[in-house]
């Protein structure tokens, strides 16, 4: 397992992260996702933690809170040292009664959800504290100064964001700059070889900002993961037919699938394996996080983590994969392309 920086921080943290999506089933939507409950997600926790995982993500809606508490005392019954795990959780769902500020990223909703969380998870500071998702009704300086708060009181040690765009988070650092507020320091984004979208504008805005990446559904909900194809339907009762999310445009995934196939053979691992590899050798890419509802699932992805693609592969999937040209993007290439040879030159002497 190797351990990555953190944005533009000095935490380090495992290639992998482990997922708690599928604890407890608590709900209509969860219990389609996941229904593990106490023993079973210990027991995946446990072989995360003895394979080198010291990342876990979870957030207060999974499971309408339960996957916080399985998580928190599941940390307790395996009695982790705090200082050897990294802790996410997320606010910005509704959570608790349905009224009018038990949801959104309003100051209210955020310090309410904060003392919830550090109580389900039983801790006494959250490692990375994530705003879920945007919210159109709270100002963002507002938030900001929310998440502030807690860094200085010690209940957050850093703070980041998921499901924004690159142009929200661009105005948020800028208002966490000018007011020397504690900024964002990461993303947790949809990312795959079934679905590049972030590329565009997100992931040159990361890189330029250092924000680390947190890749969520690496597997696109399990379309990935091997068991399907062009000739193969979705059995009854699973993942894709019961919640078909993350959207994904089925055609490019089957010529992905194809592809992954005949490289997994090479290599003779899980076409599940060269999804996660692909990601793993994205230079933006931080932490992968991978969800299981069964041990022997986690190993498979853990494995991921030894594949070695060649650049021939990696070109082949870059191809296939591909997003469709799109402006300003091409006008980008042909304008810049003079500067790009003149700026690999002078590299060279």
């Known amino acids: 397992m190797q351990y990555r920086k953190f944005g533009n921080t000095g935490l380090f943290v495992s290639e992998l992260c482990l997922g708690t999506m599928t604890f407890g089933g608590e709900g209509e939507l969860w219990s389609q996702i996941g229904d593990l409950q106490q023993s079973d997600a210990e027991r995946l926790i446990g072989r995360a ?4 995982i010291n990342f876990i993500d979870t957030a207060d809606v999974y499971s309408e809170g339960l996957s916080e508490s399985i998580t928190g005392q599941a940390l307790k019954n395996l009695q982790v040292p705090r200082d050897d795990i990294v802790v996410a959780t997320k606010v910005f769902g509704e959570t608790g009664s349905q009224s009018a500020n038990t949801r959104g990223n309003s100051r209210y909703h955020i310090m309410n959800g904060v003392k919830a969380s550090l109580k389900r998870l039983q801790l006494d500071h959250i490692d990375l504290y994530q705003i879920h998702g945007f919210d159109p009704a709270t100002p963002i300086e507002e938030t900001l100064r929310a998440l502030d708060n807690l860094v200085q009181q010690g209940h957050v040690r850093y703070v980041g964001v998921s499901n924004w765009a690159a142009w929200q988070i661009m105005k948020a650092l800028g208002i966490a700059e000018r007011h020397g507020l504690a900024r964002f320091e990461s993303l947790q984004a949809y990312y795959t070889l079934a679905g590049r979208d972030l590329e565009r504008e997100i992931i040159p805005m990361l890189q330029s900002e250092h924000l680390g990446l947190m890749v969520w559904s690496p597997l696109a909900g399990g379309l990935l993961s091997g068991k399907y194809g062009r000739e193969t339907q979705a059995e009854k009762g699973s993942r894709r037919t019961t919640f078909d999310f993350p959207p994904v445009e089925m055609g490019r995934a089957y010529d992905c699938i194809d592809v992954m196939r005949r ?18 050798h994205q230079p933006a890419v931080t932490s992968v996080i991978v969800g299981a509802k069964r041990v022997d699932q986690l190993d498979d992805n853990i494995a991921a983590t030894q594949v070695e693609l060649s650049d021939a592969e990696l070109t082949e999937l870059e191809a296939v994969s591909a997003l469709p040209p799109e402006y300003p993007g091409w006008m980008f290439e042909r304008q810049g392309e003079y500067r790009r040879k003149q700026l690999a030159q002078s590299r060279k002497r």
């Open 263 to 280: 490289i997994a053979d090479v290599h003779q691992v899980s076409v599940a394996q060269i999804a996660l590899a692909w990601l793993l």
């Open 49 to 52: 933690l003895d394979a080198g």
